[in-house]
């Protein structure tokens, strides 16, 4: 059985449950406390190179790092990835951009306010703030008019974006702006299979 | 025929024009003044989403956009990517680590001792070093004991790797101490059909 590894607040983990779970694959969950560096053991080194979740471990024993590149490897041969090289090189493209434009200055955002040290790094969270809403202005002019991010459906691209733009409220991003994104994430959460972040798992103690 | 959208300084875009060069593929190169805004204009957003290079621009007018995406874009069905899919996974995997941990701020380190602006923002230069470093430490811990980082030949893993960190000194990284690292750009470099980054291109004016 396939095996993931990943951590309650996650988002990149949350994109590779949810595929799991619209693909209607089963697997077993091992939830890290990433707080307490169990990311960070030598033996958690022999399965993620970069020492971090998520990481899918093949029945074989091999295991997959980066969300991305889970995602791609997974979504291989059904609908959620388009057969066609060009479409699928759009897919792609959006996979880069999350991870450098939107994650990257989400996520760490999201997690110095839910931890409460937002306050006391203000330069920081201004950074963080640029750099963000201006991959969310990027992607809202893209979602205007559109329903999906390639093609006419649902594809791993929108699922890849999802999860931080979806969460950024809790970076204090303010999406109020952002219709077209608003109107985007219902749909993504519209999706069948679709599944939230604390599904299977208890949300953690503020 | 191909059209590339690059800029003399873009590690990115070098990326693809070694590719395109290793896989004999005729192009057509525009160079934009990234410092004149040429990347901002309306009509380059119709061919980038994000205003940045590279741009690739097939025969049918359609553009892909981020380094990674076409990369993988051109060489699928090359030797440059593997048929199986868990090493493509691992070539995937390492496209996404240097755009978040090596190209994010290896990059804007090295464009600001380039244009001189690094001495007045030392917290910055702080900051990006940090992260710089990190990446290569994880990649030079990986490389240690290996001739590639997939497999036992040279992919575009290798490739997306390259510009950036062979760049690296030019933002004042030192590489001193990443023996690996050090042996594997030599390597990289001594492919058939790398070529250096002003290949048909004049150096800019400092």
Same mark, same amino acid.
């Given at each position: 059985?396939?095996?993931?590894? &990943? ?74 990835? /388009? ?27 999201? #997690? ?6 937002? &306050? ?11 750099? @963000? ?31 931080? #733009? ?7 991003? &303010? ?14 959460? @519209? ?11 208890? /949300?953690?103690?503020?």
């Amino acid at each position: 059985m396939l095996r993931l590894y &990943d951590s309650l607040l996650s988002g990149n983990s949350w994109k590779v449950r949810i595929l799991l779970n619209q693909l209607a694959r089963p697997f077993e969950r091992v939830t890290l406390d990433l707080g307490k560096g169990e990311a960070r053991t030598a033996e958690f080194g022999h399965k993620s190179r970069f020492a971090r979740v998520p990481v899918l471990e093949l029945e074989d024993g091999k295991t997959i790092v980066e969300s991305g590149a889970i995602l791609l490897y997974l979504a291989q041969g059904t609908p959620y990835l /388009p057969k066609d090289l060009y479409e699928r090189a759009e897919v792609t493209s959006w996979l880069f951009f999350e991870q450098v434009d939107l994650q990257k200055s989400i996520a760490p955002c999201r #997690v110095h306010h839910l931890h409460g040290h937002a &306050d006391s790094m203000p330069q920081e969270i201004e950074r963080l703030h640029a750099e @963000g809403y201006a991959g969310l202005e990027k992607l809202d002019k893209w979602l205007t008019g559109r329903r999906w991010l390639v093609g006419d459906r649902y594809t791993v691209a929108d699922l890849a974006l999802f999860p931080y #733009v979806s969460m950024s409220p809790q970076g204090r991003f &303010d999406l109020e702006r952002f219709a077209a994104v608003r109107q985007w994430i219902a749909r993504v959460e @519209g999706e069948p299979g679709w599944i939230n972040l604390w599904h299977g798992g208890a /949300p953690p103690v503020r």
